[in-house]
């Protein structure tokens, strides 16, 4: 029992994290977004609720456009 023991532990592999890291990213608030927060020419708040918004008004648009073709409006 002592030597299987002893096997096992001599045949354990030692893993460890990367060496040591040669890049270095930007760290802090918004660096781990894929697009750019600060100094836009757009505020970005405009793009997003603009975005949101235009996806929202489509089915309303849509059904709109046709109760008005049907006659209903």
Excluded: D, W
């Amino acid at each position: 029992m002592f030597s299987q023991q002893v096997m096992r532990l001599s045949t354990r592999r030692a893993f460890s994290a990367s060496s040591i890291a040669r890049v270095h990213f930007k760290e802090g608030v918004y660096s781990n977004l894929p697009f750019k927060i600060h100094n836009r020419k757009i505020p970005f708040a405009l793009v997003h609720f603009g975005f949101f918004g235009v996806g929202f008004a489509v089915p309303f648009i849509a059904c709109y456009v046709q109760m008005k073709k049907a006659g209903n409006i």
